[in-house]
């Protein structure tokens, strides 16, 4: 290697696809050397990159997070670097995050996934639908927002943590699948007691699902998986703000009821569906930040069906899943 490696970047896949192709050529882009990247697919498949930095590891068929902590044992980075297969870094991301890590508290840091500029007008719907709180988003996951500061619970798709914290709180140690990071990030802070810092200038660009059915999938497997932790890990799920779909939901199933009301619970919700389009418009003012008109418009649909789909599914996971067993893509 030209340099000692500080950063191992660690991406599980369930095999070599195009997606990862290209993340790797931005990888190679990065401005420093001092790292190394470990791909890890399910079966053996030879490198199809000629840089001694660059390794595949035959998994077998587990899940993004038990292929990571295989990678963590054999990294030879001080820094943890996971990215989800189908993102890419920007060139700074390892800079930004070495001048974080400079403070000892730190344990770990969490960045933005932005849509990448060559995504479809689906795909770009498909993520505008998290660009406002008032579509029940979590904007500064998709967008820089603010300044640095601390979090509980980031995604894995654009996440550092110091090796020997990893190793401290024994990696994922999860076959859960989406949802590892949110059980990660809450053994991190309560067994180091060291914090995980947001950072909005520690970049990666992510993919979109390139349709609604694809999209509902997505949300639909985080509001199952969000709805089976809010009793099994209420740490960090157990929170009001993760029921609202649910309760948005059945809102919109007694409101079918509307004509059988007497005139008093008409006139609610009536009200209930006003508050409901003024938040859609502040919404739709918060998406046209960041994209035309025409994809910020169709983005309020995908929200009316996020809503519907992730609700359900919350309730799902936390009223009729004992043992929740998650499955690969």
Known sequence: MNAPVKFSIIIPVKEINGYVRETVSYVLRLNRTDWELLIVPNAEERSEWDDPRISVIASGKVGPGLKRDMAAQTAEGEILVFLDDDSYPKEDLLDVAEKHFADPGVAALGG???????????????????????????????????????????????????????????????????????????????????????????????????????????????????????????????????????????????SLLIPFMPSGLKLLFSAGWLLYVIALMKALLDFMKYEAFPVAFCGLGYVFCTHLVYGARFVQGLVFTRRLVSRLR
């Open 112 to 254: 933005p996934a932005l849509t990448p500029p060559g995504n479809g007008f689906w795909q770009r719907v498909s993520g505008t639908v998290f660009l406002s709180k008032f579509s029940g988003g979590a904007p500064e996951r998709y967008v820089p927002v603010g300044e640095p500061r601390e979090t509980d619970d980031w995604p894995s798709v654009n996440l550092m943590v110091r090796k020997a914290d990893f190793a401290a709180v024994g990696g994922f140690d999860s076959a859960f699948w989406p949802g590892e990071d949110t059980k990660f990030c809450l053994d991190l802070i309560k067994k180091t007691g060291k914090k995980i810092l947001y950072v909005p200038q520690m970049i990666v660009w992510h993919h979109r699902r390139p349709s609604l059915i694809a999209h509902l999938k997505q949300v639909g497997g985080y509001g199952l998986h969000r709805g089976f932790f809010a009793k099994t890990y209420p740490g960090t799920s157990l929170r009001p703000a993760y029921f609202v779909p649910s309760g948005f939901l059945a809102f919109c199933l007694f």
